[in-house]
C-alpha cells in the first residue's frame, strides 16, 4: 500500500528546461504534480510555475498546493507531491512559465538555504495519478503496528518462562 501511494502511473513529463508537453487522460478522477530532481539541491521551483490546461474545454485547470506533500528519495534523486487537480477524461497539456507555485514561506526558506541550484537537464514535472491522502497514512499505521507485533512477539519469547513458569 506505501508503494502505491509513491509508484503511481505517470501521464506525462517535462524537463524544467521546457516549455510544455500535451498528455492524455483517460478516466475522470484526481491527479497530482510531482517534482523530480537530485537531493541536497535547489530544484527551480521558486523559478518555474507549472499551469495544465485543458485543451478541450479552452480552459485552465485549478490547481491545488499540499501542505503536507508526500516526498520519497532513493539517495540521489527526490520525488515531490507539489500540486492537486481534479480533470475529466480528455486532452491536456503542462506548461511551464515564470513564476512559482510555492507558497510565501516556502520560497523564503529556500531562498535562505546555501545550496546551489541542481543542473536544470536533471529536474522534471511529472503528471500521475493521485492516491488518497489515508492510503498513505493506512501504510504508515501497518508498518507501525506490524513493527509493534514483531517487538512484542520477541519480548513474549524471552518473558516465556517467567510467565508461564
Not at 5 to 32: M, P, Q, R, W
Amino acid at each position: 500500500m506505501v508503494y502505491r501511494v509513491f509508484n503511481t502511473n505517470i501521464l506525462a513529463e517535462i524537463n524544467l528546461s521546457d516549455e510544455s508537453v500535451n498528455f492524455e487522460i483517460t478516466k475522470s478522477g484526481s491527479y497530482a504534480i510531482w517534482i523530480k530532481a537530485p537531493v541536497f539541491q535547489k530544484n527551480y521551483l521558486d523559478k518555474v510555475k507549472v499551469k495544465i490546461y485543458n485543451q478541450d474545454k479552452n480552459e485552465y485547470v485549478k490547481l491545488q498546493y499540499n501542505i503536507f506533500s508526500t516526498q520519497s528519495n532513493n539517495g540521489s534523486v527526490g520525488n515531490m507531491k507539489l500540486l492537486t487537480f481534479k480533470a475529466e477524461a480528455g486532452n491536456y497539456k503542462m506548461e511551464l512559465v515564470e513564476g512559482s507555485n510555492l507558497p510565501f514561506w516556502q520560497k523564503a526558506s529556500g531562498a535562505i538555504l546555501p545550496a546551489q541550484y541542481a543542473d536544470i537537464n536533471k529536474c522534471f514535472s511529472q503528471v500521475r495519478e493521485n492516491t488518497p491522502w489515508y492510503y498513505g497514512l493506512s501504510g504508515i499505521l501497518m508498518i507501525i503496528i506490524g513493527a509493534g507485533s514483531a517487538i512484542a512477539g520477541f519480548v513474549l519469547g524471552l518473558l516465556t518462562d517467567k510467565i508461564w513458569g
